[in-house]
């Protein structure tokens, strides 16, 4: 029972930490006190001291879990992150559109409005890495100029001057979600070139609703839909796996640069990986991969403009039953 317990505390803090910043430290520490009785002693500053939580997205600090949970023990740690919440109470899902997909068998276990269409902001670097890794030489030097730097964001904090392979600007664009990085590539393969190659790829693989605009998905005119989100994440996932394990990468580090991946859910056993995103017209995006249950099943999770995503996922993830 000690054991299951601690189990359940190491999901929970990085979840519920990192969703207390939004709701209140105060407000989010007190709802899990009484509904986890486990948290009791917990100090809530030294939770915190191990969170951060920048604007597009989630983080977790610390070193890898290595437990591997039965698939009953999975269950009963999705089910109870759940019910930790801060706003438990309320299983409304935020997000505008949503769906969660078994892609092992091809179910859809749940849905809402899957094929409106909004915008998906750094959803964009998905298409962006399968377009750069398919055109671009993995070894060609790529120099960060100027007007690469002026574009909206430096996650990845590089210097005006660096270069880089291709290859290894795949990091920063998909564990930190650099719009210079995406800037980059589209600039050295052909700005106008590349962005065409995204819509047709898009386009070849059924996405026949999706459309980009720019490399990085700062343009609210790149949008998609919940249902062509799901094709494009199934395709990478059975076409360019390596892409999907860039994202699950916790840190990065290329010559005198580190790039830490503030995803929340880089610590479960059965997250395979996906990519968050956040404009002010499409709020907060998530592409995410889990394997879920005995059989181990491939799950997606999309959701669209959310206004709590890891809080969404979760309820979401809660209603799997296998």
Do not use: C
Request: a neutral charge; glycine letters at 6%.
């Amino acid at each position: 029972m000690k054991q299951f317990f601690t189990i359940i505390i190491g999901g929970l803090l990085a979840i519920v930490a990192g969703i207390g910043v939004s709701y209140g430290a105060a407000y989010g520490w007190r709802f899990a006190r009484a509904h986890v009785p486990a948290f009791e002693g917990i100090s809530l500053a030294s939770v915190a001291a191990s969170i951060s939580s920048p604007i597009d997205g989630t983080s977790i600090s610390g070193s890898k879990r290595t437990i591997r949970y039965t698939a009953s023990e999975e269950e009963d740690l999705i089910n109870a992150a759940a019910q930790a919440l801060p706003f438990a109470a309320d299983n409304r899902v935020t997000a505008t559109s949503y769906i969660m997909k078994n892609l092992t068998l091809g179910d859809v276990t749940i849905e809402h409005d899957a094929d409106r269409l909004l915008p998906v902001a750094s959803l964009t670097k998905l298409a962006t890495a399968v377009i750069a890794r398919e055109f671009i030489d993995p070894d060609e030097r790529v120099t960060i100029s100027r007007e690469i730097m002026a574009t909206y964001g430096n996650t990845a904090y590089f210097k005006v001057g660096e270069t880089f392979k291709a290859s290894d600007l795949m990091y920063p664009l998909l564990m930190v979600s650099s719009n210079d990085a995406a800037e980059a590539l589209a600039q050295d393969y052909g700005r106008e070139k590349f962005i065409k190659a995204m819509n047709d790829w898009a386009q070849s693989i059924g996405a026949y609703r999706t459309y980009f605009a720019d490399p990085s998905g700062l343009s609210p005119d790149n949008v998609s839909s919940a249902n062509d989100l799901t094709l494009i994440i199934d395709w990478i996932r059975k076409n360019d796996p390596g892409i999907i394990d860039m994202t699950a990468l916790k840190t990065k580090t290329v010559r005198a640069h580190t790039w830490v991946n503030p995803t929340h859910f880089l610590s479960w056993s059965y997250y395979i990986g996906g990519k968050n995103g956040y404009t002010t017209e499409a709020n907060r995006t998530s592409v995410a991969l889990f394997t879920l249950g005995k059989n181990k099943n491939v799950y997606t999770i999309i959701v669209l403009g959310s206004g709590n995503r890891d809080a969404d996922v979760i309820k979401l993830l809660a209603k799997v039953r296998e």
